[in-house]
C-alpha cells in the first residue's frame, strides 16, 4: 500500500473516483491516503484471509523440531496464524529462539513484534522478488 500511494503523489486526485478491491481485513492506508489527496474512494472487500484447513498444529510442531533457520512472513495475517497454530502444539514461542525471521514489509514486522519476535531481515521493497533476495543476502 506504502509504495502504491508514493505512486500517487504526483497525480491530481481531487475529485476522482477510485475503487480499491482487496481483502475484507485490508488495511485502510492506501484509501486514508488517496482521499487525503483529494480522491473519493470506494474501498470493495473481493475475499477473506482465513487459515486453511490443511494446517495442522501437529505437522508445524514436527517441522519447529527438525530445526529450521528462517520463517518466511508473506502477509500479516500469515504472523497471525502461524502463532495461533504455534499455540496449538507442545512448543512455545521460546522454540523459536535461533530462528530467523524475514517479514514482506513494515506492517508485517509490526505485526510480528505484537507476537513478541523481531524480523531478522526485511526487503527493499515489499515484492515477493524481493524478499528472496533479502533472503538470500541475508
Not at 500511494?5 to 486514508?32: H, M, S, T
Request: net charge neutral; glycine share 4%; with cysteine.
Amino acid at each position: 500500500s506504502e509504495e502504491l500511494a508514493l505512486a500517487f503523489e504526483d497525480i491530481f486526485l481531487n475529485g476522482k473516483i477510485i475503487f480499491i478491491f482487496q481483502a475484507e481485513q485490508g488495511r485502510d492506508y492506501l484509501k486514508r491516503h488517496l482521499e487525503s489527496q483529494g480522491a473519493v474512494v470506494m474501498k470493495i472487500p473481493v475475499y477473506q484471509t482465513q487459515k486453511a484447513e490443511a494446517a495442522k498444529p501437529a505437522s508445524l510442531q514436527r517441522i519447529l523440531n527438525a530445526g529450521i533457520d528462517w520463517i518466511c512472513f508473506c502477509s500479516s495475517s500469515a504472523v497471525k496464524f502461524f502463532f495461533e497454530m504455534l499455540e496449538q502444539t507442545e512448543m512455545t514461542r521460546e522454540s523459536l529462539v535461533g530462528t530467523k525471521c524475514i517479514c514482506i514489509g513494515p506492517p508485517t514486522a509490526t505485526t510480528l513484534k505484537t507476537y513478541r519476535k523481531v524480523s531478522d531481515s526485511m526487503p527493499r521493497e515489499a515484492s515477493l522478488s524481493a524478499m528472496v533476495e533479502a533472503l538470500i543476502n541475508a
